[in-house]
């Protein structure tokens, strides 16, 4: 039989609640769970749901000791929070640098102004930002991306133990930073094959209105460059895939490694 006074101790409350904040974390900031209007009450549910389970596994390999101090449970909670925040936010960097590329060809396309919101991220974006979004959440989803996340958190408690320890290291902020800056390599990726050839484009519009002066080159670039912008898009959609899908296992390796 369970005792309630042990199962319910300050110790056990006190340590759940570092578990829960670490993975509440870890849903602020993490792509799909912060990101699309999912309900809160799913989200807080769900935070404590996979706690829950966490919970017995930590107990069984810590060494916590209870905080006798407010301030000593705070500065307990907010070292949990950012460890599960910095795990969501270096997934996150993928689908931002993602967002990025695209925005990239889609001015150039003449699609700047087409603007709706996007839930994915809570802003205003580009119709054609938005698909290639559902994209990359789509190949989040069935390369299992999100599995790994959950076990990015629980590789954390074994690399972080709970407990007073500040396990922050400079290699631990640059290989944050190191990742940060994958935005512009990841956005240079996904922009660079659509972006070249729409440069081109306007190269060669530029020599036909010199050759041809009587010629509206802006009232034939406007719709040749969306037209032509939305056929590469579909022309490049599955390489796009299965670069975002190596995009996607490199991002979770390098999390893995962090953690």
């Known amino acids: 039989m369970f005792n309630l006074d042990v199962l319910f101790s300050i110790g056990n409350i006190v340590l759940f609640m570092a578990v829960l904040t670490r993975v509440s974390g870890l849903f602020a900031s993490?792509?799909?769970?912060?990101?699309?209007?999912?309900?809160?009450?799913?989200k807080v549910w769900l935070?404590?749901?996979?706690?829950?389970?966490?919970?017995?596994?930590?107990?069984?390999?810590?060494?916590?000791?209870?905080?006798?101090?407010?301030?000593?449970l705070t500065l307990i909670l907010v070292k949990e929070?950012?460890?599960?925040?910095?795990?969501?936010?270096?997934?996150?960097?993928?689908?931002?640098?993602?967002?990025?590329?695209?925005?990239?060809?889609?001015?150039?396309?003449?699609?700047?102004?087409?603007?709706?919101?996007?839930?994915?991220?809570g802003g205003q974006s580009p119709v054609i930002t938005q698909a290639y979004t559902y994209?990359?959440?789509?190949?989040?989803?069935?390369?299992?991306?999100?599995?790994?996340?959950?076990?990015?958190?629980?590789?954390?408690?074994?690399?972080?133990?709970?407990?007073?320890?500040?396990?922050?290291?400079?290699?631990?902020?640059?290989?944050?930073?190191?990742?940060?800056?994958?935005?512009?390599?990841?956005?240079?990726g996904i922009a660079i094959p659509i972006f070249g050839v729409l440069f081109l484009t306007d190269v060669l519009l530029?020599?036909?209105?010199?050759?041809?002066?009587?010629?509206?080159?802006f009232m034939v670039s406007m719709p040749l460059k969306i037209y032509l912008g939305l056929l590469l898009s579909l022309m490049f959609m599955r390489?796009?895939?299965?670069y975002i899908a190596v995009l996607v296992e490199q991002f979770l390796t390098r999390i893995a490694a962090i953690f």
């Open 30 to 42: 993490a792509p799909l769970f912060s990101t699309y209007p999912i309900p809160m009450q799913v």
């Open 47 to 72: 935070a404590a749901l996979i706690a829950f389970i966490l919970f017995p596994i930590v107990q069984a390999n810590t060494n916590f000791v209870t905080p006798t101090s407010v301030p000593a």
């Open 81 to 121: 929070y950012f460890i599960g925040y910095a795990i969501g936010y270096c997934a996150n960097i993928l689908f931002v640098g993602v967002e990025l590329g695209v925005n990239t060809f889609a001015i150039q396309m003449g699609l700047s102004a087409d603007q709706a919101l996007n839930p994915a991220s």
């Open 135 to 188: 994209l990359a959440s789509m190949i989040f989803i069935i390369t299992g991306a999100h599995q790994w996340l959950f076990s990015a958190i629980y590789n954390s408690f074994h690399s972080m133990p709970i407990g007073y320890t500040l396990s922050f290291s400079p290699e631990l902020f640059g290989n944050i930073l190191v990742v940060t800056g994958q935005i512009f390599s990841v956005g240079l």
């Open 206 to 217: 530029g020599f036909t209105s010199k050759m041809m002066p009587q010629m509206n080159i």
């Open 239 to 242: 390489p796009m895939a299965e």
